[in-house]
């Protein structure tokens, strides 16, 4: 009995970061980027390269003009001009991982920088690294117009599962703000949750649903702008993807995985950066 409070105890005092093993991570203060941004680039872990998988007149470099989400550069991808209604334009590319995740986790900084008037905007999951930005998507999140969806528009970020949904973080304007995106996946459930967290302005919101597909992992990350015109950027960074562990049976016994089912603790508002704000 000693043995079991004393496992309960040593157990309670795990962090959320004791729940999730992270698999992947990178940034463009990378040294690896210090020469510019390159598809045969590769810093940070537990990445491959970057694809290319959608080259519509649009392209990619580092922000660092003052509108980056952190440190002292960012990716970001322009869309660039209109071309016809079946290529209206855009640009797209994946990160895909070492080890695809049937249970994971993904972290990332993003700013829309756009006016939200042609096309989508944001990120999705991918079951293929390529090709296309739609290719393999299980799920994708971000701003999108209501000519398009809706429930989409400027002051909310626009989730496609097996249904659409959108959330609010802030009730308000989200373009030019740091939102951080939190997307959790169990491809095997074929289940998402998503939260959205407003750093410029404060505010959350959270929702869940169906991905498109179960039973196939996570292969890649996908970002994609293809809200067209000039000065129209999507600028992201600090990727983060974590994978949710099979508990074992010893801490099935005491409840950690109740316990890992808490959400990990948020970046305070501004902590991560308050560049361009």
């Known amino acids: 009995m000693a043995i079991r409070f004393l496992a309960v105890g040593l157990l309670a005092s795990l962090s959320w970061s004791a729940c999730l093993a ?7 203060d990378d040294p690896a980027y210090n020469s510019g941004w390159d598809l045969t680039d590769n810093g940070g872990a537990g990445f491959q390269p970057w694809n290319e998988v959608e080259a519509l007149g649009g392209g990619r470099y580092l922000e660092n003009s003052g509108r980056q989400v952190d440190g002292t550069r960012s990716f970001a991808l322009y869309a660039n001009t209109y071309q016809s209604s079946q290529y209206p334009g855009g640009y797209a590319v994946s990160r895909p991982l070492v080890t695809p995740l049937s249970q994971g986790s993904l972290s990332v900084l993003v700013r829309h920088d756009l006016d939200n008037a042609t096309g989508f905007s944001g990120i999705n999951l991918k079951s293929i690294a390529g090709p296309l930005f739609g290719g393999g998507e299980l799920l994708a999140v971000g701003l999108v117009p209501t000519s398009i969806y809706s429930g989409g528009g400027n002051d909310n970020v626009s989730v496609f ?7 609010s973080p802030n009730g308000g304007e989200l373009r ?4 951080d995106y939190i997307v ?3 491809t095997d459930a074929g289940t998402y949750d998503v939260t959205i967290d407003d750093l410029t302005h404060g505010g959350s919101a959270s929702t869940s649903g169906s991905l498109k597909a179960a039973g196939e992992p996570v292969v ?7 809200d067209v015109g000039s000065f129209n ?7 983060s993807v974590s994978a949710v562990p099979e ?4 801490t099935a016994i005491v409840g950690l995985a109740g316990m890992c ?10 902590a991560s950066a308050a560049v361009g704000v």
């Open 22 to 28: 992270q698999v992947a991570t990178d940034t463009a």
């Open 161 to 167: 599962g097996s249904t659409s949904q959108s959330v």
């Open 176 to 179: 030019g703000d740091i939102l």
């Open 184 to 186: 959790d996946w169990n």
């Open 220 to 226: 890649s990350i996908g970002f994609g702008n293809f």
């Open 233 to 239: 950027n999507l600028i992201f960074d600090d990727l």
């Open 247 to 250: 508990p074992t049976t010893a």
């Open 261 to 270: 089912g808490l959400r990990r603790p948020r970046r305070p508002k501004g």
